[in-house]
Every structure is written in structure tokens, then in C-alpha cells.
């Protein structure tokens, strides 16, 4: 890793953090820097998981009041539907080559990337088609968790969206729900991904201090950026990742 190769990196790192602090999308900064840095796909996916993990615990300690407000039974309930999705999605892509994953990688970025810029119409759209303690619910964020540990890109979205249909109403619970099992699931994807020598550890290290401070000291300066600007930004990141992984795998 080069002097220029860390300084891409740290800086990706710190602006995902802002993103994700304030809407999301970080992936679609962290995943192409690791890959232009000359990271396999498929080690730069697993990589860019473990470098945004930490972000996932402090946002599960700040919501800890709203997670408490989550029955124990129900929380251990969909933990260990996350779990097993998630590891799932990680053992998926540890079979993955990495000419398989870059060809699959354009989709993904552009299904997540329409879900970053649709889903708060999807979730206020949504129904109690299910609650997460039936069948239906569990079916749903086993198939969302299992995305997950494959590919982080739009998972936040992803569980609001299905909170929604679940037919949960308070945004702030909804929020400290997603973050919690986004921690779940990010630990059970870090570990699997460490134990099977899927992590660049030096880049991960460096980009892991760098968005834990984007997270933190980037947002205010973050939050005076009008919402819909930053929508824009990240949404024009997005198509421009999925535009120039696809040359990149089809040309």
C-alpha cells in the first residue's frame, strides 16, 4: 500500500462515515477505493465490510434506548435470523470468484443505488404485509440479511423498507432496529470473512479509524449540506460506480 494508496483510502473511509451518519451510501466510496487500490473484488467486498463495522457499534450504543424498547424475546428472535443470513451471504461469497463477483457487481451497485435514492418512498408506502414475528416477516429479513452478508451496499435501506411493511411506524425505533441488526450482521460477516483470510488488514485498520472519525467529527459539517444535495451526490456516486464497474467487467 503506497503513501497515495492510504491517503485514498483513509479519505474514502472518512466521507463514508459522514454518509452513512447522515444517509447512507458509504459502501459506494469505500468498496470502488479498495478495488482502484489493487484489492481483489471479492477481498475489497469482504474489506469493506469490516472497514464500516465500527460505525454499526457506536450507532447501536447511541440507539441503545430504542433497542430497549424492543421485547428480548423479539430482538433475540430476529438476531439469530439475521445471524443465519448473514452468514450465509458471507459463505456465499467466500465461493464466489473474484471474475464471477465483478460481473454481479454492476447489478448490485445499481440495485442499490436505486434503493438508496427509492426507498424512503417504498417505506412510506409500506403495509403490514407482516411482523417480524411471523413467518412472513422472518421469511423477509432472512432473504434482506443474506443480501447483507453477500453485498452491505442499500442493507439500511433495505431493513427500513421491511420494517415498514412489518408495519413499524416509529422512525426513531425503526432506526435503532436497523442499526442493532446491522451490528449483528456485521459481526457475524467480519468474523467469518477474518477467519477465512478474506481481509486486506492494513487497509482495513486505517479505514476503519478513518470513518469511525468521519462519523463522528464529519457530521456536522455533513449536516449543513442540504439533504437532497447529498441525496444527489451519493445517488450520482452510485451510478457512476455501477457505469464504470460494468465497462470494467464487460469490456
Known amino acids: 500500500m ?12 472518512f466521507a463514508a462515515g459522514v454518509m452513512n451518519t447522515v444517509a447512507g451510501g458509504g459502501t459506494f466510496l469505500t468498496f470502488p477505493a479498495l478495488v482502484l487500490a489493487g484489492v481483489p473484488p471479492v477481498v475489497a467486498n469482504a474489506t469493506s465490510a469490516v472497514a464500516v463495522f465500527p460505525g454499526y457499534l457506536a450507532g447501536a450504543i447511541g440507539f441503545r434506548a430504542e433497542l430497549a424498547r424492543v421485547p428480548l424475546r423479539q430482538m433475540v428472535r430476529l438476531s439469530a435470523v439475521t445471524l443465519v443470513g448473514g452468514l450465509a451471504g458471507s459463505l456465499l461469497l467466500m465461493v464466489s470468484s473474484n471474475e464471477a463477483f465483478s460481473r454481479i457487481v454492476p447489478g448490485l451497485l445499481l440495485f442499490a443505488t436505486l434503493l438508496f435514492l427509492f426507498g424512503d418512498r417504498l417505506a412510506r408506502q409500506g403495509t403490514a404485509a407482516g411482523t417480524g414475528d411471523g413467518a412472513l416477516g422472518l421469511a423477509g429479513l432472512l432473504l434482506v440479511s443474506l443480501y447483507g452478508g453477500y453485498f452491505n451496499g442499500g442493507l439500511g435501506i433495505m431493513l427500513l423498507a421491511l420494517f415498514a411493511l412489518w408495519g413499524m411506524r416509529d422512525l426513531h425505533q425503526m432506526n435503532g432496529l436497523k442499526t442493532g441488526l446491522s451490528f449483528v ?67
Open 185 to 251: 450482521l456485521s459481526a457475524i460477516s467480519v468474523a467469518a470473512f477474518a477467519v477465512a483470510g478474506l481481509v486486506a488488514w492494513p487497509q482495513a485498520a486505517l479505514m476503519m479509524v478513518a470513518s469511525t472519525l468521519g462519523g463522528y467529527a464529519g457530521a456536522p459539517l455533513a449536516r449543513r449540506i442540504p439533504r437532497p444535495v447529498l441525496r444527489g451526490l451519493i445517488a450520482t456516486i452510485g451510478f457512476g460506480m455501477t457505469a464504470a464497474f460494468a465497462i470494467r467487467a464487460w469490456l
Open 2 to 13: 503506497t503513501l497515495a494508496e492510504a491517503a485514498m483510502l483513509g479519505l474514502a473511509a
